[in-house]
């Protein structure tokens, strides 16, 4: 029995091929759309992928036959009118285009297997009679700016920037360490690992990624810094601050465990100390925006409490 085919027409031109199956198969568990793509089981043009394929005008998806008659009812998911208001709250601005969100630390972006529903759940059922998509991605995590666009023709303009590294990020850290000085890392990040080991590594197979690291403070025993990015790799700051001995304070991936649990007891705060701080791209005019969130009080404790502590590295 042959596969069922799907033909990509010009709105979803763009889309990474993971993003567009979670949005056609909403019912279907994210881990599930990501084992099909692995095993070959969806090609694109009769050819194996990887879940970061960008689709193209024309393109043939071709699916599984199970999935040909497979029931694609929604989940009836139950947003609680508290996490609205939150999401409200979070919102930093918006026009017909987008929204910008100050997103908290511990919030999925998407729904899975331990996340009920996750920001975008949330959003889209704020916006009811909107598509609403997101337009890059941020580590749960991570707390800070993310984008969400409100209609297709503002998405594919965005993804154009994203793919000329035109979309300028920053991000606020708290190292492990004393960071000597500014720097710039250029590496590559290769995600191929991140299905079966939930982490990402540098390698010279992956795609460049490239961080510019600035020191705001030094303390006795860590470092306050801000971080550049014009590339969007998975987990990049994250895994280039490790690979510079200097991870960032509470990563539970890349950081340092016994360090990690030291700082909870020590300052009762467990949440990863990295923060998106803004981001700048162009908008459907073509002027340059852009948008700060501020950090909440949690991230200020623990850099007011790391101020003063003094551990061994």
């Given at each position: 029995m042959n596969g069922k085919n799907l033909n990509i027409i010009e709105d979803h031109a763009g889309r990474r091929i993971d993003n567009y199956l979670i949005n056609v198969y909403k019912s279907l568990p994210k881990s599930k759309i990501y084992s099909m793509i692995r095993k070959g089981e969806i090609r694109v043009n009769s050819g194996r992928i990887k879940p970061t394929y960008k689709l193209k005008l024309n393109d043939e998806i071709r699916i599984p036959p199970y999935l040909i008659d497979f029931d694609n009812d929604r989940p009836d998911i139950k947003i609680p009118p508290s996490r609205i208001q939150a999401f409200d709250a979070s919102i930093i601005y918006?026009?017909?285009?987008?929204?910008?969100?100050?997103?908290?630390?511990?919030?999925?972006?998407?729904?899975?297997?331990?996340?009920?529903?996750?920001?975008?759940?949330?959003?889209?059922?704020?916006?009811?009679?909107?598509?609403?998509?997101?337009?890059?991605?941020?580590?749960?995590?991570?707390?800070?700016?993310?984008?969400?666009?409100?209609?297709?023709?503002?998405?594919?303009?965005?993804?154009?920037?994203?793919?000329?590294?035109?979309?300028?990020?920053?991000?606020?850290?708290?190292?492990?360490?004393?960071?000597?000085?500014?720097?710039?890392?250029?590496?590559?990040?290769?995600?191929?690992?991140?299905?079966?080991?939930?982490?990402?590594?540098?390698?010279?197979?992956?795609?460049?990624?490239?961080?510019?690291?600035?020191?705001?403070?030094?303390?006795?025993?860590?470092?306050?810094?801000?971080?550049?990015?014009?590339?969007?790799?998975?987990?990049?700051?994250?895994?280039?601050?490790s690979n510079l001995n200097h991870p960032i304070v509470n990563d539970k991936k890349y950081g340092l465990f016994d360090l990690n649990k030291y700082i909870v007891k020590k300052t009762s705060i467990s949440r990863l100390a990295l923060h998106a701080a803004s981001i700048s791209f162009k908008d459907l005019n073509t002027q340059t925006v852009n948008y700060h969130a501020t950090k909440n009080n949690e991230f200020d404790i623990l850099l007011s409490k790391l101020s003063n502590l003094t551990v061994k590295i």
């Open positions: 918006q026009n017909e285009d987008y929204v910008v969100v100050n997103k908290e630390s511990g919030l999925s972006v998407h729904s899975g297997t331990n996340n009920q529903f996750g920001l975008i759940d949330i959003a889209r059922a704020k916006f009811p009679l909107l598509e609403i998509d997101l337009c890059h991605r941020i580590d749960k995590s991570t707390s800070g700016c993310i984008l969400l666009a409100k209609n297709k023709k503002f998405l594919r303009h965005f993804n154009k920037q994203l793919k000329a590294n035109e979309v300028v990020k920053k991000y606020e850290a708290i190292l492990v360490g004393v960071l000597k000085k500014n720097m710039t890392i250029e590496s590559n990040i290769d995600i191929s690992t991140k299905e079966h080991h939930h982490k990402v590594k540098e390698s010279e197979d992956g795609k460049k990624a490239i961080s510019t690291f600035k020191v705001l403070k030094k303390f006795n025993s860590f470092t306050y810094a801000e971080i550049l990015i014009s590339t969007g790799r998975m987990h990049q700051i994250r895994v280039q601050s």
